[in-house]
Protein backbone atom coordinates (compact mmCIF):
# COMPACT_ATOMS: atom_id res chain seq x y z
CA UNK A 1 0.00 0.00 0.00
CA UNK A 2 1.17 3.51 -0.82
CA UNK A 3 1.09 6.91 0.99
CA UNK A 4 -0.63 9.93 0.17
CA UNK A 5 2.03 12.13 -1.30
CA UNK A 6 0.64 16.21 -1.33
CA UNK A 7 1.16 18.17 -4.44
CA UNK A 8 0.25 21.74 -4.44
CA UNK A 9 -2.42 22.85 -7.12
CA UNK A 10 -3.50 26.41 -8.33
CA UNK A 11 -7.57 27.08 -8.15
CA UNK A 12 -8.49 30.57 -8.87
CA UNK A 13 -5.37 32.08 -8.52
CA UNK A 14 -4.58 30.43 -4.99
CA UNK A 15 -2.37 27.89 -3.82
CA UNK A 16 -3.78 24.69 -2.38
CA UNK A 17 -2.63 21.57 -1.49
CA UNK A 18 -4.11 17.98 -2.14
CA UNK A 19 -2.91 14.52 -0.73
CA UNK A 20 -3.63 11.39 -3.21
CA UNK A 21 -2.08 7.87 -3.09
CA UNK A 22 0.77 8.68 -6.30
CA UNK A 23 -1.17 5.97 -8.87
CA UNK A 24 -4.25 8.39 -8.25
CA UNK A 25 -1.88 11.44 -9.43
CA UNK A 26 -0.79 9.42 -12.10
CA UNK A 27 -4.31 8.54 -13.48
CA UNK A 28 -5.43 12.42 -12.73
CA UNK A 29 -2.59 13.64 -15.01
CA UNK A 30 -3.22 11.11 -17.17
CA UNK A 31 -7.45 12.05 -17.16
CA UNK A 32 -6.35 16.11 -17.60
CA UNK A 33 -4.33 15.22 -20.40
CA UNK A 34 -7.01 13.27 -22.58
CA UNK A 35 -9.39 16.07 -21.75
CA UNK A 36 -6.76 18.43 -23.68
CA UNK A 37 -6.23 20.36 -20.15
CA UNK A 38 -3.18 21.17 -17.33
CA UNK A 39 -3.72 19.25 -14.29
CA UNK A 40 -4.64 22.62 -12.43
CA UNK A 41 -7.32 23.47 -15.18
CA UNK A 42 -8.79 19.87 -14.87
CA UNK A 43 -8.95 20.17 -10.92
CA UNK A 44 -10.72 23.66 -11.30
CA UNK A 45 -13.34 22.19 -13.05
CA UNK A 46 -13.14 19.47 -10.60
CA UNK A 47 -13.35 21.73 -7.60
CA UNK A 48 -16.32 23.97 -9.29
CA UNK A 49 -18.75 20.33 -9.71
CA UNK A 50 -17.71 19.16 -6.21
CA UNK A 51 -20.28 20.27 -3.75
CA UNK A 52 -19.83 19.67 -0.22
CA UNK A 53 -17.31 16.76 -1.59
CA UNK A 54 -14.04 17.30 -0.40
CA UNK A 55 -11.41 18.29 -3.42
CA UNK A 56 -9.42 15.03 -2.83
CA UNK A 57 -12.49 13.01 -3.03
CA UNK A 58 -13.93 14.58 -5.63
CA UNK A 59 -10.56 13.85 -7.69
CA UNK A 60 -10.42 10.43 -7.08
CA UNK A 61 -13.97 10.18 -8.09
CA UNK A 62 -13.41 11.88 -11.34
CA UNK A 63 -10.38 9.51 -12.12
CA UNK A 64 -12.94 6.30 -11.33
CA UNK A 65 -15.31 7.57 -13.28
CA UNK A 66 -13.09 8.43 -16.04
CA UNK A 67 -12.09 5.05 -16.16
CA UNK A 68 -15.42 3.30 -15.52
CA UNK A 69 -16.27 5.49 -18.56
CA UNK A 70 -13.26 3.94 -20.51
CA UNK A 71 -13.74 0.36 -19.63
CA UNK A 72 -17.29 0.89 -20.87
CA UNK A 73 -19.25 0.41 -17.52
CA UNK A 74 -19.98 2.53 -14.48
CA UNK A 75 -20.54 -0.54 -11.67
CA UNK A 76 -21.68 1.20 -8.29
CA UNK A 77 -22.00 4.86 -10.15
Known amino acids: MTRPEKHSLTLKGHRTSVSLEPEFWAAFRALAKTQ ?3 INECA ?3 DAARG ?9 LAVLRDLQARAGGSEGA
Open 36 to 38: GQG
Open 44 to 46: AAI
Open 52 to 60: DLGLASAIR
